[in-house]
C-alpha cells in the first residue's frame, strides 16, 4: 500500500474523466435529455407507439450515459476522502479498501473512456445486426439463436432497447437468420467489431454418438439511418412479396399474409419484416433495414473499405474472427485481438463488455497503423 501514490492516481483519473467529459460533450447531452424529457411528458406521446418507443428508449439511454458518467465523478471525488481520512488516522484496513476502490474505478474509467474511441462517421448511430447460420448444419443454425440470444442479453443488461424485425427458423432447431436493432446511442460503433465469422467447437446436442462439431455464424452491422442521410431508393428498384408470418415448428404467428420481403433487384439485397401484426407497418420496418444496408453498401464502394461497415463474411472455415470452445476444453478467444475468457457460458449471457472494449481498441490502432 505505501508504493501507492494515491494522490498521483486520483488527480490521472480525474485528468481523464475531464477528457471523456469534452469527448462525449456533456452540455449537449443534459440539452438533449432536456428536451427528450418534454416530448416524454408531452400527453399524445402513445398516438405514436414507434416514435414514442424510440424517444422513451433515446431518453433513458442518454440518461444511464450520465449517470454513469456523474458516478464515476462521485466514487472519485469520494475515494479521495477515505484516503485523506485514513492516511490522516493511519488505518490500515480503510487504505487497503481505497486500493480496492481504486482498482475498480480505474476498470470502470477506461469502459467510459472506450466511448471516446468511437469517433466513426456512424459510430454514434443506433444498430442493425443480421446473423446467419452458415457451414455446420443444425448445430450452426443451434449456434446462430446462440448467438441471437447472447446479443440481446447484452442489450438487456445495459437496458438498451432491442427491435426484432425478422426470425428465419430452422426445421430441425435454431434459426437460418435474424435481424434486429440495437437501440442505443453508439450501439453501432460497439457491435460494429462484432461483425465477422463466429466459430462454436461442442459435442453436438444433435448428434447421437455424441461426437465433436464445428459450427460457423456470420453477424453483420450496420448503422441506422437518419432523415438526413441521403439515400434513395426508387420503387421501382424494389420487389415486394408478402407472407404468412411463421414460428417454430412452422406454426404461424399470424392468421394473415402480413410478413413483407423486400427484394432490392440491382443490388440482390434482400429484407424481410413479421414482428408487427400490420403489413404496412412491416413494409415500413423492413425498408428502414433495407436503406441501412444499401447505404452501408454505398459506403463500403466510395471508400473501398469493405469491412468497415459490414465485412463479407462466409461463415465457414477459414475467416473466424471468433472462436467458442465448449470442448474438449472451455474458452472463448477473439482471433483479432487475442481477448480470452475461460468462462463461455457467461459470455453467451451477454458478457461481452471486455470482448467488444478490446476489439475497440484494436480497430483504432488498426487505424493508426493504415493512416
Known amino acids: 500500500m505505501a508504493g501507492i501514490d494515491f494522490d498521483q ?10 477528457t471523456i467529459g469534452q469527448v462525449l460533450d ?4 443534459r440539452d438533449e435529455i432536456a428536451d427528450l424529457g418534454e416530448q416524454v411528458a408531452a400527453p399524445d406521446l402513445w398516438d405514436d407507439v414507434e416514435g414514442a418507443t424510440r424517444i422513451t428508449g433515446r431518453l433513458s439511454a442518454l440518461q444511464g450515459e450520465m449517470d454513469r458518467y456523474t458516478s464515476l465523478e462521485s466514487r472519485i471525488e469520494d475515494l479521495g476522502l477515505m484516503v485523506e481520512m485514513a492516511q490522516d488516522e493511519g488505518d490500515a484496513d480503510t487504505l487497503a479498501d481505497s486500493e480496492a476502490e481504486l482498482a475498480r474505478i480505474k476498470k470502470s474509467v477506461e469502459s467510459l473512456e472506450i466511448r471516446t474511441l468511437l469517433s466513426g462517421e456512424y459510430d454514434e448511430r443506433e444498430a442493425i445486426v443480421t446473423i446467419r447460420s452458415g457451414a455446420g448444419g443444425v448445430d450452426a443454425a443451434d449456434f446462430a439463436e446462440m448467438l441471437m440470444r447472447m446479443y440481446t442479453r447484452w442489450a438487456e443488461q445495459h437496458k438498451y432497447g432491442v427491435e426484432v424485425y425478422d426470425v428465419s427458423y430452422a426445421e430441425e432447431a435454431g434459426i437460418k437468420s435474424a435481424e434486429f436493432a440495437i437501440h442505443a446511442p453508439y450501439a453501432y460503433g460497439t457491435l460494429s467489431v462484432e461483425a465477422g465469422t463466429h466459430r462454436l467447437v461442442r459435442i453436438s446436442p444433435f448428434d447421437n454418438q455424441g461426437r465433436r462439431q464445428t459450427s ?3 453477424v453483420e452491422v450496420v448503422p441506422v439511418l437518419e432523415q438526413t442521410d441521403e439515400i434513395e431508393v426508387d420503387e421501382n ?7 404468412r408470418s411463421g414460428g417454430p415448428g412452422g406454426q404461424s404467428v399470424n392468421t394473415t399474409d402480413s410478413a413483407v420481403r423486400l427484394t432490392h433487384i ?3 439485397i434482400v429484407v424481410s419484416c413479421q414482428n408487427e401484426k400490420s403489413q404496412l407497418q412491416n413494409k415500413a420496418s423492413a425498408m428502414v433495414v433495407l436503406k441501412a444496408k444499401l447505404l452501408a453498401k454505398k459506403k463500403e464502394e466510395e471508400a473501398a473499405l469493405k469491412k468497415d461497415l459490414k465485412g463479407d463474411v462466409a461463415a465457414s472455415w477459414g475467416d473466424q474472427m471468433r472462436n467458442y470452445v465448449l470442448n474438449p476444453y472451455q474458452i472463448v478467444k477473439d482471433l483479432r485481438t487475442g481477448h480470452e475468457s475461460g468462462n463461455p457460458s457467461a459470455v453467451f449471457d451477454g458478457d461481452l463488455d471486455d470482448f467488444m472494449e478490446a476489439g475497440i481498441r484494436w480497430r483504432r490502432g488498426a487505424e493508426k497503423v493504415d493512416a
Request: no cysteine; aromatic share 8%; hydrophobic share 45%.
Open 9 to 18: 492516481e486520483i488527480k490521472q483519473l480525474q485528468a481523464t474523466m475531464k
Open 26 to 29: 456533456l452540455d449537449k447531452m
Open 216 to 218: 460457423f455464424a456470420a
Open 237 to 243: 428498384d424494389i420487389r415486394t412479396d408478402v407472407f
Open 266 to 268: 440491382p443490388t440482390g
